[in-house]
C-alpha cells in the first residue's frame, strides 16, 4: 500500500471527531451515575454545588477522579495500539501482545511483591510499570527489531516475550502469594478505587506522550507503507519506528500503572479507528485515542451498572465487576471476527 492509496482511503474529519468526543462525555457522564449509593438526582444536585456531604464525597471524590482515570487509560491504550500496528505494520500488534502490557504488569507486580510499591503508591507504580513495559519491548527489540519490521516475525517474537513475562509474573505470585489479592486488579484490570491522586499522575504523562505520538502521524505513515517506500521517501526506518515505540510503551506502562492490564483495548481500538476515521494517521491517531477513552469509559459504566444489579439480585453487600474483564470478553469476541475476516481476505 502507498501513500497514495492511504491518501485515497482517508476520511473522519473534525465532524467524526466532534462526534465521537460528545459520546466520551456521554460516557464520563454514565460513570458518575452508574454505581450504587446516590441517585441520578443525587449526582445532578452535586453537580450544581449542592447535595449532602456523603453524596458530594462519593460523586467528586470516588467517582470523578475513577471516570477521569478510566478515560484518560482509554484513550492512552487506544493511541498506543494504533502506533504499535503502524510502526510495526502487524494489524494484529497491540500492547497486549508485543510484550509492552506483561512487562508493565510484571514491574508492577515484582514491585508490589518486593514492597516497593502498591496499588495505593501510583508514583511507585508508574515508575515501576514503566520499567517494566520498556523492557518487555526492549526484549522484542532485540530479537526482531532488526528483521526490517518483518510483520509476521514479529508477531511471533511478540507473543513469545509476552509469554515469558506472563510467566515470570506467575512466578513472582508463587514466591510471594501474599500479595495475589493486591495484584489481581493489575492482572484483570480495574478502575476501583482509583482516586484524584492517581489522575493527577496520569494526565500529564497521558498528556505529554499524547503529543508526542500524534507528532509522529507522517513518519508512521511512511512506516505502514512499507521500509522501502519510507526510506525513498527520506525517513529514518530505525529511528522512526524506535521513537513511535517508545511512545507506545509510555502510554501503554502509564495507563497500566494506573488501572492495570485491560484486555484487548490498545488491539482493537485501531481497527475500529480505521474503520471510522479512515486511513489519514492525522485524524485517525487523534480518533484512536478518543475512541479507546469510549470503550474504556464506557466499560467501567457498564461495570458498575451490572456490578449494582448483580449485588440486588443476589443480595450481596457489595460486589465489584473488573471493568477489564468485560473489555477482556467483549474484545476476544472482535478479536475472533477479526482474525477470521483476515482470513478470508488473504
Known amino acids: 500500500m502507498n501513500v497514495a492509496t492511504l491518501r485515497a482511503r482517508a476520511g473522519g474529519g473534525p465532524a467524526r471527531l466532534a462526534a465521537v468526543a460528545v459520546l466520551v462525555v456521554l460516557a464520563g457522564c454514565a460513570g458518575l451515575v452508574a454505581g ?20 458530594r464525597h462519593i460523586v467528586l471524590r470516588l467517582r470523578a477522579p475513577r471516570t477521569l482515570v478510566a478515560l484518560a487509560a482509554g484513550a492512552s491504550l487506544g ?48 515508575a515501576a510499570a514503566c520499567l517494566g513495559g520498556f523492557a518487555g519491548a526492549g526484549l522484542l527489540w532485540l530479537l526482531a527489531g532488526r528483521r526490517q519490521g518483518d510483520p509476521e516475525q514479529t508477531a511471533v517474537y511478540g507473543v513469545l516475550v509476552s509469554a515469558v513475562l506472563a510467566g515470570l509474573t506467575a ?32 494526565w500529564p504523562w497521558a498528556l505529554g506522550w499524547t503529543a508526542a505520538a500524534l507528532l509522529l502521524a507522517a513518519p508512521l505513515t511512511l512506516l505502514r507503507c512499507g521500509d522501502e517506500q519510507a526510506a525513498a521517501a527520506g525517513l529514518h526506518t530505525v529511528r522512526g519506528r524506535a521513537a513511535a515505540l517508545v511512545c507506545a510503551v509510555a502510554l501503554t506502562a502509564g495507563a497500566v500503572a494506573a488501572v492495570g492490564a485491560l484486555g484487548f483495548v490498545g488491539l482493537l481500538v485501531p481497527h475500529l479507528a480505521l474503520a471510522v476515521f479512515g486511513a489519514d494517521l492525522r485524524t485517525a491517531l487523534p480518533g484512536a485515542a478518543l475512541l479507546g477513552a469510549l470503550v474504556v469509559g464506557g466499560a467501567d459504566a457498564a461495570a458498575q451498572a451490572l456490578s449494582r444489579v448483580l449485588a440486588d439480585a443476589l443480595g450481596a453487600d457489595r460486589l465489584t465487576l473488573p471493568a477489564g474483564a468485560l473489555t477482556t470478553c467483549v474484545g476476544a469476541a472482535l478479536l475472533l471476527v477479526v482474525a477470521r475476516r483476515r482470513t478470508e481476505e488473504r
Open 171 to 202: 512466578m513472582v505470585l508463587l514466591v510471594a502469594p501474599g500479595q495475589l489479592g493486591s495484584v489481581v486488579q493489575w492482572l484483570v484490570g480495574s478502575t476501583e478505587g482509583r482516586v484524584w491522586a492517581h489522575w493527577s499522575l496520569l
Open 79 to 126: 493511541l498506543a495500539g494504533l502506533v504499535l500496528q503502524s510502526a510495526l505494520r502487524n494489524p494484529l500488534a497491540g500492547p497486549e501482545v508485543t510484550g509492552v502490557t506483561p512487562g508493565a504488569v510484571l514491574g508492577a507486580v515484582t514491585a508490589t511483591g518486593l514492597g516497593l510499591a502498591g496499588w495505593e503508591s501510583p508514583a511507585a507504580v508508574v
Open 36 to 55: 450504587p449509593a446516590v441517585e441520578l438526582a443525587d449526582v445532578l444536585d452535586v453537580l450544581r454545588g449542592g447535595g449532602d456531604p456523603t453524596a
